[in-house]
């Protein structure tokens, strides 16, 4: 078993990752409970955003140069108005939250505790900034019986829970993608999580 690299990239040094972490996207997000039908130019598009935010992190899991896993994450105000609006409208100050965007493993290297890296890197480079008060990211949400939820499907709200995340069924907003078993785009229920910057690594 090999031992896996982490590196950290922020603003243009992302840039020359942008093709792999395209590919490493589709792949993960293809599985419940994303169920996400992508494509190589929607997710290179998406991702520079990330090379436009001079603050943003991208924490990336490489083994033997190849990319297995990453992590990314920006200031809310670098991301688009969709998501920053259901901040606004319960009172946040966007300004002040740092969007953790998404975390990405290929099945075969989790369980090694790469995702407290993951968690633990986003949360690192937001303090250091030192301008946010609260961490956050968001989640879909799929009805219990859905027809695509594996048998042994088991969600991450336990370990979100444990690194210190408290879910706002008050904050959410809807996505919309194109399901793997669907036609045409659909609109998707999303909930953000947060946690108080103060806590993060504490």
């Given at each position: 078993?090999?031992?896996?690299?982490?590196?950290?990239?922020?603003?243009?040094?992302?840039?020359?990752?942008?093709?792999?972490?395209?590919?490493?996207?589709?792949?993960?997000?293809?599985?419940?409970?994303?169920?996400?039908?992508?494509?190589?130019?929607?997710?290179?598009?998406?991702l520079q955003t990330y090379v436009r935010s001079p603050d943003s992190i991208?924490?990336?899991?490489?083994?033997?140069?190849?990319?297995?896993?990453?992590?990314?994450?920006?200031?809310?105000?670098?991301?688009?108005?969709?998501?920053?609006?259901?901040?606004?409208?319960?009172?946040?100050?966007?300004?002040?939250?740092?969007?953790?965007?998404?975390?990405?493993?290929?099945?075969?290297?989790?369980?090694?505790?790469?995702?407290?890296?993951?968690?633990?890197?986003?949360?690192?480079?937001?303090?250091?900034?030192?301008?946010?008060?609260?961490?956050?990211?968001?989640?879909?949400?799929?009805?219990?019986?859905?027809?695509?939820?594996?048998?042994?499907?088991?969600?991450?709200?336990?370990?979100?829970?444990?690194?210190?995340?408290?879910?706002?069924?008050?904050?959410?907003?809807?996505?919309?993608?194109?399901?793997?078993?669907?036609?045409?785009?659909?609109?998707?229920?999303?909930?953000?999580?947060?946690?108080?910057?103060?806590?993060?690594?504490?």
């Amino acid at each position: 078993m090999n031992p896996i690299a982490i590196t950290h990239l922020s603003g243009q040094s992302v840039e020359p990752w942008i093709a792999d972490l395209a590919r490493l996207r589709i792949t993960v997000f293809r599985d419940f409970p994303y169920l996400y039908d992508g494509t190589a130019e929607y997710e290179e598009n998406y991702l520079q955003t990330y090379v436009r935010s001079p603050d943003s992190i991208v924490v990336l899991a490489l083994d033997g140069g190849k990319v297995i896993g990453a992590s990314t994450g920006l200031p809310m105000q670098d991301e688009t108005p969709e998501f920053q609006q259901p901040f606004i409208d319960q009172g946040y100050d966007p300004a002040k939250v740092f969007y953790c965007a998404e975390s990405v493993l290929l099945k075969e290297y989790r369980g090694r505790g790469l995702y407290q890296r993951f968690f633990t890197g986003r949360e690192e480079h937001a303090r250091r900034l030192g301008r946010f008060d609260w961490l956050s990211f968001c989640c879909v949400q799929r009805p219990e019986e859905h027809q695509l939820r594996p048998a042994d499907y088991v969600p991450l709200n336990a370990v979100w829970t444990k690194f210190g995340y408290v879910r706002h069924a008050e904050l959410s907003t809807r996505y919309d993608w194109k399901d793997v078993d669907q036609e045409q785009e659909t609109p998707h229920d999303m909930v953000f999580w947060l946690k108080p910057i103060a806590e993060a690594l504490s």
